[in-house]
């Protein structure tokens, strides 16, 4: 059973550019969360998905941050017009279909985004 | 409001055991997980507690006590392979956002 898959592991991006991160849940999977780990800090969330639904985006920016996870393919966090500040792992977690609260988090390997 | 609280780094030699605190002031609680993270990596699941109580799992073990927000991780038998962060997080109650502490970096030397 392949776990959490992220793509791509390193991007690298010039200010004002877009960064699309994507994320595909375990198999048998359909919620999906993001977090983001700025350099010495701790993982913050972002944003819990499931099929086409956003369900919790408290932890979202207000501007240029946007997530989706539709019925077909992966996740997508997008970042459009990337500032220095945007340069962070992102990293994607999955929980099983049954989604009771607590259920375990599996988290992907990451992308580690670099705005220069 | 969240708040969780671990030491931000700790030294422990290979073989000796080592305690790693978090404390926590949560609105609402659905249980806390630990994860292991190594550096450039994900942060894999370790151990979960939503009673109180002592949970074994070979060489790792996690205690709770709710009335107290109070967590620890104990390792036993250290091993060089056990240098990492760990992470303590909180399952709240509205949904099912993690909310995570700083990271408690362990360094173990031979």
């Known amino acids: 059973n392949a776990g959490v898959m992220q793509n791509p592991r390193h991007l690298v991006r010039r200010r004002g550019q877009e960064a699309r991160l994507r994320c595909s849940p375990m198999?048998?999977?359909?919620?999906v969360y993001w977090y983001r780990q700025l350099p010495e800090e701790g993982l913050k969330f972002m944003v819990y998905?499931?099929?086409?639904?956003?369900?919790?985006e408290s932890g979202m920016p207000k501007e240029r941050f946007s997530a989706e996870f539709p019925k077909e393919g992966p996740s997508i966090l997008r970042i459009q017009q990337v500032v220095r500040g945007d340069s962070a792992a992102y990293f994607c977690?999955?929980?099983?279909?049954?989604?009771?609260?607590?259920?375990?988090?599996?988290f992907g390997p990451g992308t580690r985004l670099t705005v220069l | 409001g969240q708040n969780i609280d671990q030491p931000t780094e700790m030294t422990a030699t290979e073989g000796a055991i080592v305690q790693i605190n978090c404390t926590y002031q949560?609105?609402?609680?659905?249980?806390l997980f630990w994860y292991q993270q190594h550096a450039g990596e994900a942060p894999t699941f370790l151990s979960y507690?939503?009673?109180?109580g002592l949970e074994e799992k070979g060489r790792f073990s996690s205690f709770l006590s709710r009335s107290k927000g109070y967590s620890y991780l104990l390792l036993k038998e250290l091993q060089m392979k056990d240098s990492a962060s760990y992470l303590c997080?909180?399952?709240?109650?509205?949904?099912?956002?993690?909310?995570f502490g700083g990271g408690t970096r362990v360094l173990v030397k031979p």
């Open positions: 198999k048998g999977h359909s919620h």
């Open positions: 998905l499931q099929k086409e639904n956003i369900i919790d």
């Open positions: 977690a999955s929980s099983p279909v049954q989604g009771a609260t607590t259920d375990t988090q599996y």
């Open positions: 507690n939503v009673l109180d």
């Open positions: 997080a909180v399952l709240g109650a509205a949904g099912n956002k993690l909310t």
């Open positions: 949560t609105s609402g609680f659905n249980g």
